[in-house]
């Protein structure tokens, strides 16, 4: 099984900005427990700091399970979170970790995939604050704060959206590189005519 790589994470400066809000926090911290029926129901407007990690297996993410292929029980995701106060507002740093299969888009078999997501959530108190709240950073998202924010359901989004669009297995170690590998490549000489021009 081959591994897609993706990493668009580690800023270790960051994570030691983290540490340091989360230990400033005014509010006690207050594990949270990284199970589904925890996760599906977190209280954002709670004067409190939470701080959880934990393994989520791929069958508690129904939308992810659907696009993934046959899995091991391996499959799924590690996931750290810490959540701290800024000017009053709630704020969340989010880790996902791990892996599942998706099916190759040439040859239907399974291509293991290997995700490393990072985002920050940053809690306001309206749809309309958070539709305006300038967002700096792809890895910075606006969220509206309640007693019962949909935690799972926010990592599930983030691992779909890390999902490529049509995943395919490097040509050579497709099981169809004999057949349609050839033809997706552009002719060599059809390009150097093209350079030419
Ligand atoms: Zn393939």
């Known amino acids: 099984m081959n591994l897609v790589m993706f990493d668009n994470v580690s ?18 911290i207050q594990s949270l427990e990284i199970n ?12 409190v700091a939470y701080q959880g990690e934990g393994f989520i297996p791929l069958v508690d993410f129904p939308r992810l399970s659907t696009e993934s292929t046959p899995v091991g029980s391996r499959d799924g995701f590690d996931c750290q979170i810490r959540s701290w106060h800024h000017d009053d507002r709630p704020l969340m740093d989010v880790r996902i970790r791990g892996r599942m299969a998706v099916a190759c888009q040439r040859c239907l078999d399974p291509l293991g995939l290997e995700l490393e997501i990072h985002k920050t959530y940053v809690f306001l108190k309206t749809d309309d604050e958070a539709d305006q709240f300038p967002m700096d950073r792809d890895d910075k998202e606006a969220m509206v704060a309640s007693t019962h924010f949909n935690l799972l359901e926010a990592i599930e989004d ?4 890390a999902l490529p669009h049509a995943p395919k297995h490097p040509v050579g170690l497709c099981q169809l590189r004999e057949m349609e590998a050839d033809l997706e490549q552009p002719n060599p000489f059809k ?7």
């Open 158 to 161: 983030e691992i779909l959206l």
């Open 11 to 28: 800023c270790l400066n960051e994570l030691q900005n983290v540490d340091r809000m989360t230990q400033n926090s005014p509010y006690p």
């Open 36 to 47: 589904p029926s925890f996760l599906l129901r977190v209280d954002m407007l709670a004067p």
């Open 191 to 197: 390009v150097l005519k093209n350079l030419k021009k």
